[in-house]
């Protein structure tokens, strides 16, 4: 993979930020997009732009066909059946709040459990805290190793046949973890349990295959990975989909209404009521096709690279904590410099022009088990490389030296 190719065909790259040139270490949170998507958003609102489904005239037909279009790219992408196991959604947090409301809701009783872990983003700890309470099943969580890892003796042991979800992030957004999905799913199948996957952190960055998985339901956005913010996906086996009844209600996704009943359109158009998000998925279309150009093998490969180089030459800087693994990580390290708070290190880098994340990342229960308030994370994609991990690193020298009081 040609790095200065890549980085190119991103104009919000070369720019300077507080007179330095860009350094942007946050894709993890939201990724830049090439010139093809930006172009491609455009071109649909400059030539194509009309409803879908609905219109019979010329520009409906060409919305209606880049709509459906990008749902069979997102179907070829994931290796899904079809695309009908397709759900257009604003996003992850949609997608497994659909799954929680839609399908935990129905099948829960007292009794039942739903598994997850400590590691979860919000989106996916929250919606199962609510739907637990909903139905008065147990929500249980699976312990974590020391590293931040999932052990899978620890994964036999909590999920039992009175589990009806176990839901787990692919991907930790703060450990960088890779989990080993298709393992834990046959754990779940083998109890009766469906898998519901969080798929934000790895669907930029790895190839997904949801068949080889076996998982039942699997959520991913769009911005994350190139595409535009407001559009992402969720996979559901086709069974589970046409079996689930919307939580959203209006236009589009009904079949036939009266006064006092309705009925529903087959999946996956029944959870997509009112005007769909279409540029969106036009642009999540043209994401794809970039990300496939390239190559998601490539991707993984200098990920792994960069990720490797950014924890050994942290390591190097006395009074950095690094948190997970070493190894069996994508392309984030996520750290502490001393006493020194996340925000502070985030408010002087970007003085150099240099973008991180700080905060606790939407994680605030993994946060108290690593025993801190917050961490800094830096995050590489396609279009970062090492010469921007040696600025990182000379940042947080200059960081460290500015707040030289506070390391202890």
């Known amino acids: 993979m040609n790095i200065e190719a890549v980085r190119e065909q991103f104009p919000i790259l070369h720019q300077q930020v507080n007179g330095h040139p860009l350094v942007y270490l946050d894709s993890a949170a939201s990724s830049q997009k090439p010139r093809s998507v930006i172009d491609a958003v455009s071109r649909y609102y400059e030539l194509d732009h009309s409803n879908v489904h609905r219109g019979v005239h010329t520009l409906g037909s060409r919305a209606t066909d880049a709509y459906e279009g990008a749902r069979e790219k997102v179907a070829k992408f994931l290796n899904a059946k079809s695309a009908e196991e397709i759900v257009f959604t604003r996003g992850t947090t949609t997608a497994l709040n659909l799954v ?18 400590p590691m979860e983003h919000h989106a996916n700890l929250i919606p199962w805290q609510q739907a637990a309470k909903a139905t008065g099943a147990t929500l249980k969580y699976i312990p974590l190793q020391p590293d931040g890892t999932v052990s899978l003796a620890d994964v036999e042991q909590t999920v039992t046949p009175n589990t009806k979800v176990v839901a787990m992030t692919h991907v930790s957004n ?18 009766g349990a469906v898998m519901v996957v969080d798929g934000a952190q790895s669907t930029p960055h790895m190839k997904v295959d949801v068949q080889d998985l076996d ?6 956005s769009g911005h994350k ?26 236009g589009e996704m009904i079949d036939f209404v009266d006064l006092y009943e309705s009925t529903w359109k087959e999946s996956p158009y029944r959870f997509e009521g009112g005007t769909p998000i279409i540029a969106g998925a036009v642009g999540l279309g043209a994401a794809i096709d970039f990300l496939e150009q390239i190559g998601l ?17 942290l390591s190097t800087i006395e009074d950095v904590t690094i948190y997970g693994p070493k190894t069996n990580r994508v392309g984030l390290v996520t750290f502490n410099l ?17 973008a991180i994340r700080a905060g606790h990342h939407c994680a605030q229960p993994l946060m108290r088990w690593l025993n801190v308030s917050a961490t800094a994370r830096a995050s590489f994609y396609l279009y970062n490389n090492e010469e921007e991990i040696d600025r990182l690193v000379d940042g947080l020298i ?11």
């Open 225 to 250: 990975m190139c595409g535009p913010t407001g559009i992402g996906a969720l996979y559901g086996k086709k069974e589970l989909l046409s079996n689930m009844e919307p939580i959203e209600y209006g």
């Open 338 to 354: 001393g006493d020194i708070h996340p925000h502070d290190v985030s408010t002087v880098l970007d003085s150099y022009g240099i």
């Open 215 to 220: 998982c039942d339901f699997y959520a991913f």
């Open 174 to 191: 703060v450990l960088g973890v890779v989990n080993p999905i298709k393992e834990v799913t046959a754990i779940a199948r083998k109890n």
């Open 398 to 408: 200059r960081t460290k030296e500015f707040f030289g009081h506070a390391i202890g």
């Open 100 to 117: 929680a409301s839609s399908y935990a809701r129905t099948v829960c009783k007292e009794g039942d459990e739903i598994v997850i872990t």
């Open 297 to 313: 093998d490539e991707i993984d490969k200098h990920e792994k690279k960069l990720a490797a180089y950014a924890y050994d030459k």
